[in-house]
Nanobody, 122 residues
Framework: QVQLVESGGGLVQAGDSLSLSCVDSGSTLSRFAMAWSRQAPGKDREFIGGISYNNISFYTNSVKGRFTISRDNAKNTVYLQVNNLKPSDTAAYYC????????????????WGQGTQVTVSS
């Protein structure tokens, strides 16, 4: 059973970098394509990007260059590195799992984590 738990959020200043982690306590993460999304207050959830089980990553155009997704299947963990944080990056960040990258891109998510809050002060 997939159980995703995000961590690493908090209050940071604009220009800082942050690394978020998502651990699958069910130890099945290697079987899934993984994604990160975020939801700012009063806005729809926004897809950030994803990574296939064999480490091919892809991103939505609006975040290319500052966001990096990686994974360590041996640790059942997927990461989101965010550089040069902006106040507009303030949001709850969620990891998600799907059977394939194609399903991720189509929004066909099987599992969601509970989210971790990132707040960026100016």
């Amino acid at each position: 059973q997939v159980q995703l738990v995000e961590s690493g959020g908090g209050l940071v200043q604009a220009g800082d970098s942050l690394s978020l982690s998502c651990v699958d306590s069910g130890s099945t993460l290697s079987r899934f394509a993984m994604a990160w999304s975020r939801q700012a207050p009063g806005k729809d959830r926004e897809f950030i990007g994803g990574i296939s089980y064999n480490n091919i990553s892809f991103y939505t155009n609006s975040v290319k260059g500052r966001f990096t997704i990686s994974r360590d299947n041996a640790k059942n963990t997927v990461y989101l590195q965010v550089n040069n944080l902006k106040p507009s990056d303030t949001a709850a960040y969620y990891c998600a799992a799907a059977r394939t990258s194609s399903l991720l891109k189509a929004g066909q998510i099987e599992y969601w984590g509970q989210g971790t809050q990132v707040t960026v002060s100016s």
